[in-house]
C-alpha cells in the first residue's frame, strides 16, 4: 500500500476553486451595491451655478467616488462572512488544516478584490453614460486620462478593496474568538468619533489612520503601505485562529 503525500499548495488550490463555486452570492450582491452606488451618484456630489440677464447655468460634479464606498463596505463584509463558523466548517470536506483554509481565504478575497477593481472601472463608466443620457445638456466636460493613469487606478481600487477584506477578516476573528467584540468593536469606532465632536477635534484616530494612505504622493509607497498594512492585519488573524477551538 503506497501513501500520497499532498501537498499543501495542492489542498489550497482545492479549496480556493471550491470557494469561488461556493461563494458566488457574493459577487451577485457586489452587483447589486454597484448598481446602486451608481443610482446614488445620478445626484452628484456637489456643483454651484451662476448666471446674468441673459443667460444661467448650473454645474454638477460627478465621480465614482460612492460606488467606491458601498464596495468597500461589500469587500469588508464580505470579509467578516468568509470568517463564520458555518463557513469554516465548509473546509472540513478537504483533508486540510487551518493554514490552507487561511491561504484559500486569502486568495479568494485576492481574487474578488480584483473582480471589484475592474467591475469598478465598468460601473463608472456606466455611470458616464447615465449621466450622457439622464438630461440634455449643451455641454459636458470629462477630464481626460492616460492609459498609466487609468492602470494605477486600477490597481489603486483593487489594492483598496484588499485591504478592507484584510481589516474585515480581522473583525471576523475578533468575533469568533471572543463574541464580546461585537459591541467592543463599534463602541471603540463610535466612541472615538463621538469624542472628537465633544473636544471638537478636526480629526480621529480612524482618519488619521486613513490618511496614511490616502495622502500618500507616491504610487509604489502607497502600495507598500497597503500590502504590509494587508500582511500584518491577515498575519495577525491567523494568529487568533490558533486559539479556536476545533470542531467536534
Do not use: C
Request: charged share 15%; proline share 1%.
Amino acid at each position: 500500500m503506497y501513501l500520497t503525500k499532498v501537498s499543501l499548495w495542492d489542498v489550497v488550490k482545492k479549496q480556493f476553486r471550491f470557494k469561488m463555486k461556493s461563494y458566488r452570492g457574493m459577487f451577485t450582491s457586489l452587483m447589486m451595491l454597484q448598481i446602486i452606488g451608481i443610482l446614488f451618484s445620478l445626484g452628484g456630489e456637489g456643483g454651484g451655478g451662476g448666471g446674468s440677464e441673459t443667460f444661467s447655468y448650473d454645474m454638477n460634479y460627478y465621480s465614482g467616488n460612492i460606488i467606491l464606498a458601498f464596495m468597500m463596505i461589500w469587500a469588508f463584509i464580505s470579509a467578516i462572512v468568509v470568517t463564520t463558523q458555518a463557513y469554516r466548517f465548509d473546509d472540513y470536506a478537504f483533508v486540510a488544516n487551518r493554514l490552507s483554509s487561511h491561504l484559500s481565504n486569502i486568495l479568494f478575497l485576492g481574487w474578488a478584490s480584483v473582480i471589484g477593481g475592474v467591475t469598478f472601472v465598468l460601473a463608472s463608466q456606466s455611470l458616464k453614460l447615465a449621466i450622457l443620457f439622464q438630461k440634455d445638456r449643451e455641454f459636458i466636460e470629462s477630464q481626460p486620462i492616460t492609459m498609466l493613469q487609468m492602470a494605477e487606478g486600477l490597481t489603486a481600487t483593487i489594492l483598496y478593496l484588499f485591504l478592507f477584506t484584510a481589516l474585515g477578516y480581522l473583525v471576523g476573528m475578533l468575533v469568533q474568538r471572543n463574541k464580546a467584540f461585537i459591541i467592543i468593536l463599534p463602541a471603540l469606532l463610535f466612541g472615538s468619533l463621538f469624542l472628537n465632536v465633544f473636544l471638537a477635534s478636526e480629526s480621529t484616530l480612524v482618519i488619521d489612520i486613513g490618511q496614511i494612505f490616502v495622502r500618500e504622493t507616491s504610487f509604489l509607497l502607497f502600495m507598500l503601505k497597503v500590502l504590509l498594512a494587508s500582511a500584518l492585519a491577515y498575519a495577525i488573524s491567523v494568529w487568533i485562529s490558533n486559539s479556536l477551538e476545533v470542531r467536534k
